[in-house]
Nanobody
Framework: HVQLVESGGGSVQAGGSLTLSCVAS????????MGWFRQKQSNERVGLAA????????DYADFVKGRFTISIDSAKKTLTLQMNNLESEDTAMYYC????????????????????WGQGTQVTVS
């Protein structure tokens, strides 16, 4: 079965950078999408960026454009999120998701019951 394991979270000062990674295992699909999401306390999960593994097409939330970059190493099934110029508002639990629908939009991850999720990695910006 599919497992997603995130890493790279931690504490950083405002203006700093972090790189999150997500390693997928048990994936047997030839084409799928992966993405990054975050959830603040008591709030709903919000999509940050998604990427299609075959086409490389990306979908970014407007509030991270220019600061966050999503990339994927399909051979290693490793998803990365480079986060620059971090702000206190970026403090949240960050989750990696895998969507097999082929839609590859942030909304498709959140709306489908068959989306796979990792356990999350905490990012704190002070």
């Amino acid at each position: 079965h599919v497992q997603l394991v995130e890493s790279g979270g931690g504490s950083v000062q405002a203006g700093g950078s972090l790189t999150l990674s997500c390693v997928a295992s048990g994936v047997t699909y030839n084409s799928y999408c992966m993405g990054w999401f975050r959830q603040k306390q008591s709030n709903e999960r919000v999509g940050l960026a998604a990427i299609a593994t075959v086409s490389g097409r990306t979908d970014y939330a407007d509030f991270v454009k220019g600061r966050f970059t999503i990339s994927i190493d399909s051979a290693k099934k490793t998803l990365t999120l480079q986060m620059n110029n971090l702000e206190s508002e970026d403090t949240a639990m960050y989750y990696c998701g895998l969507d097999i629908s082929g839609l590859c939009t942030k909304a498709s991850f959140l709306s489908r019951a068959d989306t796979y999720w990792g356990q999350g990695t905490q990012v704190t910006v002070s």
